[in-house]
């Protein structure tokens, strides 16, 4: 405590378990958002100072500026997305925990920020992100870990507009998703995965502009939700049968737990 809430203490990264830190990058997960969401026909709009991103009617010819999608819903339906994908993959380590014979849990209920790095204290590193704090951000804003993590946004990218060249890069370059030479389960996938239409110019200017918007009034990408995120954890470990045995009816676990040690731990 205070990093661990005190109902977790007990258990929490004890010797002999294995704790997963599933992280989001939720700078990338919000560049993606807008992406997609000018191939769909929105803009961004300032909700929080009422005003309408500078310059976006520049692109009338690609986009109608009065359809607006507002900042503060934007980052907040990618936050519970990314939040989703976060929780479904500790369930997903759940159920791969059953099926091994192993016991388990995905919870929460620790400090996500000093986890990432920001606690403000030396003694607590938490796994090392680069954060940043600023009078206007009520929290520290972890922003990626060098060489192992970085965020869509600067200082890991020098201005947001690099940033999206980085993404689209990752959607179509060597090894993305779009990218003709990229594996898949299709007959012809490289005709599939070259269908998609890479972003142009002027499509990838637009939504830098607005990027850059976000990140020169917030001073940070996202504007008003961290840069990285986790919130669930997966604690995997061995189970005492005999203490369900003698304080649970039976069925409290299941046959893979009680084969667990004979089959994965013969002596």
């Known amino acids: 405590m205070p990093i661990t809430e005190a109902h977790n203490t007990w258990v929490f990264n004890k010797p002999a378990s294995l704790l997963v830190i599933p992280v989001g990058d939720l700078s990338q997960h919000v560049l993606l958002n807008i992406l997609y969401m000018l191939q769909n026909g929105l803009v961004l709009y300032d909700d929080i100072n009422d005003r309408a991103i500078p310059g976006i009617e520049n692109f009338k010819d690609i986009v109608d500026p009065e359809n607006i999608w507002p900042i503060t819903f934007v980052e907040q339906w990618s936050l519970s997305e990314l939040t989703v994908e976060l929780g479904s993959s500790c369930y997903a380590g759940v159920l791969m925990l059953q099926a091994m014979g192993l016991g388990g849990w995905m919870y929460n209920g620790v400090d996500p920020f000093a986890m990432l790095g920001a606690s ?13 704090e600023d009078d206007r951000w009520p929290y520290p804003n972890p922003s990626g870990l060098e060489g192992v993590m970085e965020g869509f946004c600067p200082p890991h990218h020098a201005d947001m507009r690099a940033a999206v060249e980085a993404a689209c890069n990752r959607k179509f370059g060597p090894g993305g998703p779009f990218h003709p030479d990229t594996p898949g389960p299709w007959k012809d996938s490289r005709k599939v995965r070259s269908a998609a239409q890479v972003h142009d110019e002027k499509f990838r200017e637009c939504v830098a502009l607005q990027c850059q918007y976000v990140y020169d009034t917030f001073g940070k990408f996202p504007g008003t939700v961290p840069s990285m995120f986790l919130i669930m954890y997966l604690q995997a470990h061995h189970i005492d049968l005999e203490f369900y045995d003698e304080f649970y009816k039976p069925g409290a676990y299941l046959k893979t737990h009680a084969d667990h040690m004979d089959r994965w731990h013969p002596e």
Not at 122 to 132: M, N, S, T, V
């Open 120 to 132: 403000g204290d030396k003694e607590i590193p938490g796994l090392g992100f680069r954060y940043d």
